[in-house]
């Protein structure tokens, strides 16, 4: 999917799975940075290399990213220095520590990491199926504010640096 051009070339890449809470911030965020977005199964480094600024999300598995998501990280090489990256994430909890491991790898990788976004998921998963869930209607129009705020801070962020360098 692909949403008007702005002066940032952006993509998110996200994996979402049982829910699609990932999937519905990634489309805010992507909307508001007018962004092409993909899952991972779909982003290779190849494609990645015409962006300015990549996103990555992922709602949260086993208390952290999905894979998928931390190998695309890995793979990251010094082709990606000059790029600006965020991270989000959707979860049944909203701790902190959730996407410290994918920031670390990030900024081992010496890209200009500009923050992560996070917010509770709507779960209804394990022994939480037999109570309704929780987290119910989450994320929700206060959720996508959030994220549409975090998204214009970024895009103010990266167009005064690209701005200043040209």
Known sequence: ?????????????YFSYHRGNTSKIAHVIGRELN???????DATLKNLKQYDLIGLGS??????????????VDKLDESFKDKYFFIFCTSRKNQDCYLDELEMKLKSKG????????????????IFKFFGGINRGRPNIEDFQNAVLFARKLKEI?????????
């Open 59 to 72: 709602g949260i598995y086993n208390g952290k990213p999905h894979k998928s998501i931390l190998e695309l």
């Open 35 to 41: 962004s092409d977005i993909a899952r991972t199964k």
């Open 1 to 13: 999917m692909c949403y008007k051009k702005s002066m940032v070339n952006t993509i998110i890449v």
């Open 158 to 166: 990266v167009e005064n640096e690209k701005l200043e360098n040209s």
């Open 111 to 126: 890209v200009k990491y500009l923050g992560r976004f996070q917010t509770f998921g709507e779960y209804d998963r394990g």
